[in-house]
C-alpha cells in the first residue's frame, strides 16, 4: 500500500490559490540521459503534444526566469537533466540579476569540473539526486547512463567540487522497495550535504504509472529509513523528510512548455503558458496548499545556514 491512502492532516491543496510561496521548481528540459523507474516528472505527455523538442527556445526561457525572479526568492532548475541545457547558465545568471536565490537538481552524470566552472557566481545550491550506496542497485531503478551508475567515490568528489566552487549542497533520496533497508550513514557523512531530503516514491498518472509497481513503500516503512538516519542531525545535516501527502500540491511548479502544473490529484494539471497569460492568471489556474508547503520544510533561510 502507498501511503497515499493515508488520512489528511493539513490543509488541502485548492485551486486558485493567491499567494506564491518562495521558492518555485523550473523543470526547464524534458531530455534526460537516465531513466529513472520512478521519475514523477519525465513530460512525455507535453513532448508529444505541447512541445515537441522538450523545452523552451532559449530567448522564452530567459524572458520565463526574469518573470519567476521577479516574484520567488529561489529558483530551482530541474528536469529532466537540466545540465543538458547549454545555455543554463544565463538562465542562472539572470535570475541571480533580479536577486532570486538559484538551486540545481541534477543527476551528476554532467558534474563535470568545466561544468562546475560555469556555474560558479550564478548557482548558489547544487542538489544531487542520490538513492543508494549501490550501484547495482542505481542500475535497477534506472539511475544510470546506458547501464552505468556513478559510484559513491564519483558523488563525493562532485561534492567537494561543489563546495570548493562556493556553491552549497543538498542531496535528494527517494525511498523505495530497493533502498528502503539501506544505511546510507557513511556515505552522507562523506558527502556532508547541508540539507538532506528524503522523499517517499509517489505514483503520479501519466508520468511513471506503470513503472513504478512494486517500487513503493508504505508510511511506516519510509519513517523507518528516516528514523534510521536520524543521528546525521548530530552531524549538522537538516533531514527534510517528505512523505506522500506532503508532496501533494505543496510545490510551485513550471513545465518545460512554460506552464505552472501540479500533483495535486495525483496527476499532472497544467496552465496556461505563464508568459501567454501572466504569472498571477497562471498560477491561479493550479492547487496549492501554502500549510503543506511549510510543514514539509519548503520555508527556510535560503541564505544562511538552514
Known sequence: MNSLSSPSHSESPSLGAKVLPASVNFHLWEPCNMRCRFCFATF??????????????????????????????????????????????????????????????????????????????????????????????????????????????DYV?????????????????????????????????????????????????????GKVDGLCCDSQEFNAFVARHRALEGDGIVLVPEDNEDMLGSYAMVDPAGRFFDNAEGKHRYSAPILAQGLDSAWAQVAFSMERFERRGGLYDFNGRP
Open 44 to 153: 512525455k505527455d507535453v513532448r508529444a503534444d505541447v512541445l515537441p523538442k522538450g523545452h523552451l527556445p532559449e530567448q522564452e526561457a530567459l524572458r520565463l526566469v526574469d518573470v519567476l525572479a521577479h516574484r520567488f526568492k529561489k529558483i530551482t532548475f530541474a528536469g529532466g537533466e537540466p545540465l543538458l541545457c547549454p545555455w543554463l547558465p544565463d538562465l542562472a545568471k539572470a535570475a541571480k540579476a533580479h536577486g532570486a536565490i538559484t538551486m540545481l537538481v541534477t543527476n551528476g552524470s554532467q558534474l563535470r569540473a568545466d561544468t562546475i566552472a560555469r556555474l560558479r557566481g550564478v548557482m548558489d545550491w547544487v542538489t544531487l539526486s542520490i538513492d543508494s550506496i549501490s550501484p547495482e542497485t542505481h542500475v535497477k531503478l534506472g539511475r544510470a547512463v546506458q547501464g552505468r551508475a556513478l559510484s559513491p567515490a
Open 157 to 209: 568528489a562532485m561534492a567537494e567540487g561543489v563546495r570548493a566552487a562556493g556553491m552549497r549542497l543538498k542531496i535528494n533520496t527517494v525511498v523505495t522497495q530497493l533502498n528502503k533497508g539501506e544505511d546510507q550513514t557513511e556515505l552522507l557523512r562523506a558527502l556532508r550535504p547541508e540539507r538532506w531530503k528524503l522523499l517517499n516514491i509517489l505514483r503520479v498518472e501519466g508520468q511513471n504509472s
